[in-house]
């Protein structure tokens, strides 16, 4: 489950930073940019294997207290984010006093670690001597500021939440019910810290469930944060293979008529082997061919008009246009019919842009089967 976290978490923080860099003044991006580093860089020392290295070079609690720090950004940065949107020359102002609070928070935690031997901060938050004062100390601050900070955060997030539309406003009740969640489990915490330092006893089925209620309410909060960049992303790439995919349906009308008339086919923007995989490179590719075979289609319409034909529109099945065209092309140039008038060709029963492309890629396919 940590690695499925940490997974997600690293793919937003790719995701985001990408993001950052199409548009580095961008404060609210920054903010939640550096939220999702700070906690992508905490999960590692989380993990029982990358604290053992941490603690192994700098001394037994660095680890914790290294995550415990970037915990106190991640949800600083979290904060900065709606300080950030609501108003950036406000925002800016509060952001500088809670930044004092977490730096508070952080010495606090660290003087109290500092104050005891190492050894007795090696293990774990579920195992953890409660009854010495500093341990207490250092779990319950940095647990209240968490619960504080990620709190507010969950109340504004339902605030946008209600007053914004599909899918930003789905992403964003996900994440505030993530941070709630993450809200009422540091709120657990803090009281079981309480109970454990007045030499309570803590069931291990609680200790555990808020354990996993924390991973599930991270993973949620991420998956809320990333929902609306990867459903555009996803539309995206749909678009993006459906304009490939009819790009290369339209070729056997747009080789023929090509060849018919050469001097149709447009000037390709670019033609390096990055554009041709690009989004821009295959819709500007594919809005061009599509431009081509009407164009072809007008210049070639003459020849497939005979004097008992209305000259006005020629309604043909797709096989039998396909089969006048392959004709028309073997004759242009060979009889003197430019008196004959242009008449629509495969044209669509809608007046909008699919509707036009399909009535071309049904020409296309008739060539196809027809070769």
Same mark, same amino acid.
């Given at each position: ?93 509060? %952001?500088?006093?809670? @930044?004092?609070? #977490?730096?508070? =928070?952080? !010495? &606090? +935690? ?5 104050? /005891? $031997? ?62 709630? %969640?993450?809200?009422? @489990?540091?709120? #657990?915490?803090? =009281?079981? !810290? &309480? +109970? ?5 006893? /803590? $069931? ?66 670019? @033609? ?100």
């Amino acid at each position: 489950m940590i690695e499925l976290v940490f997974l997600c978490i690293t793919a937003a923080v790719i995701w985001k930073l990408y993001q950052w860099s199409r548009a580095p003044h961008d404060a609210p991006l920054r903010s939640v940019t550096l939220c999702l580093l700070s906690a992508a860089l905490s999960y590692p020392l989380a993990m029982p294997s990358g604290a053992a290295v941490v603690d192994a070079v700098a001394g037994n609690g660095t680890a914790k207290l290294l995550q415990n720090v970037l915990l106190l950004l991640t949800v600083y940065f979290l904060t900065c984010f709606y300080l950030y949107s609501a108003d950036e020359q406000a925002g800016r102002r509060r %952001a500088r006093r809670e @930044a004092v609070v #977490v730096a508070i =928070v952080a !010495v &606090a +935690i660290t003087m109290a670690m500092e104050s /005891v $031997p190492h050894d007795v901060f090696a293990s774990s938050f579920a195992t953890a001597d409660m009854k010495i004062p500093q341990i207490a100390f250092f779990y319950g601050c940095a647990g209240l500021y968490l619960m504080y900070a990620l709190g507010v955060a969950g109340r504004w997030t339902f605030l946008y939440a209600r007053m914004s539309r599909r899918p930003h406003a789905t992403g964003l009740w996900m994440a505030a019910i993530g941070l709630s %969640a993450m809200a009422v @489990a540091c709120a #657990v915490r803090a =009281v079981m !810290v &309480a +109970i454990r330092w007045r030499g309570g006893a /803590v $069931p291990q089925a609680l200790t555990a469930g808020v354990a996993f209620l924390l991973m599930v309410s991270i993973l949620l909060f991420v998956a809320g944060v990333t929902y609306p960049g990867a459903r555009a992303r996803v539309a995206s790439l749909r678009l993006w293979l459906r304009h490939r995919r009819d790009y290369r349906r339209l070729a056997p009308l747009w080789q023929l008529l090509s060849q018919a008339y050469p001097g149709n086919v447009l000037r390709p923007a670019s @033609a390096t082997l990055r554009d041709r995989w690009r989004a821009r490179g295959v819709h500007r590719r594919y809005h061009r061919r599509i431009v081509e075979c009407r164009d072809g289609l007008v210049d070639i319409s003459p020849y497939l008009v005979d004097n008992a034909e209305d000259t006005e529109a020629l309604d043909l099945e797709p096989a039998e246009l396909a089969k006048r065209l392959r004709q028309a092309v073997s004759t242009i140039g060979k009889d003197a019919l430019m008196t004959r008038q242009a008449v629509p060709l495969a044209m669509p029963e809608g007046d909008d842009r699919e509707a036009d492309v399909r009535q071309l890629i049904a020409v296309a396919d008739a060539l196809r089967l027809s070769a």
